[in-house]
């Protein structure tokens, strides 16, 4: 059974940094395409980040780009997202999702950036 | 990024009504769309891929088709259990955009 698990949400200050990290089993990590979207509350789904298989390519929507940094550990079979330089409108519940089709999702976990 | 606009932005219908839900990408992105449904407080879950191809385990009542630029995504016979927000998302172009999300909720 395909499970992703994300940890590392929390509450934070404008400004701060958090890293979220999701664990992968049940699949063979190493060979899929895995992503980070997220869900302010109460509105709709972004697409946050998306890196590839072996880590060589990585891509970020443009509200993210520079402040967030996508990396992964196919030894560990282990997502992260780095966010720095937190905002307000950075809040919601972000999602480990793997592949490009978006076949499988994590149960979320929820980042709050107020101070 | 490619831009990806859904209509309507909310539905309401009667049980065993056909719905149907369009979406509408910048550019061609030939047949890379994915259907999700997302149920209050829960994480989306894929309903269809590659624009028509349902995914293992989804009722056949839900369908999607259209290629390019123009996508549309239906429910055959609307079911209490349907009630939901529907979103499409593109991942022909990286990164992968979403439509804006249809609710739907029975009249």
């Known amino acids: 059974e395909v499970q992703l698990v994300e940890s590392g949400g929390g509450l934070v200050q404008p400004g701060r940094s958090l890293r979220l990290s999701c664990a992968g089993s049940?699949?063979?990590?190493?060979?899929?395409?895995m992503n980070w979207v997220r869900q302010p509350p109460g509105k709709g789904l972004e697409w946050v980040a998306n890196?590839?298989?072996?880590?060589?390519?990585?891509y970020y929507v443009d509200s993210v780009k520079g402040r967030f940094t996508i990396s992964r550990d196919n030894a560990k079979k282990s997502l992260y997202l780095q966010m720095n330089s937190l905002r307000a409108e950075d809040t919601g519940v972000y999602y480990c999702?793997?592949?490009?089709?978006?076949?499988?999702w994590g149960q979320g976990t929820l980042v709050t950036v107020s101070s | 990024d490619i831009q990806m606009t859904q209509s309507p932005s909310s539905l309401s219908a009667s049980v065993g009504d056909r719905v149907t839900i369009t979406c509408q990408a910048s550019q061609d992105i030939s047949n890379y769309l994915s259907w999700h449904q997302q149920k209050p407080g829960k994480a989306p879950q894929l309903l269809i891929y590659d624009a028509s191809t349902l995914e293992t385990g989804v009722p056949s009542r839900f369908s999607g088709g259209g290629s390019g630029t123009e996508f549309t995504f239906s429910i055959s016979s609307l079911q209490p259990e349907d009630i939901a927000t529907y979103y499409c998302q593109q991942y022909d172009n990286l990164p992968s955009t979403f439509g804006q999300g249809t609710r739907l909720d029975i009249k």
């Open positions: 999702v793997r592949d490009l089709k978006a076949r499988y």
């Open positions: 890196i590839k298989a072996d880590g060589s390519d990585k």
């Open positions: 049940g699949f063979r990590f190493n060979n899929y395409w």
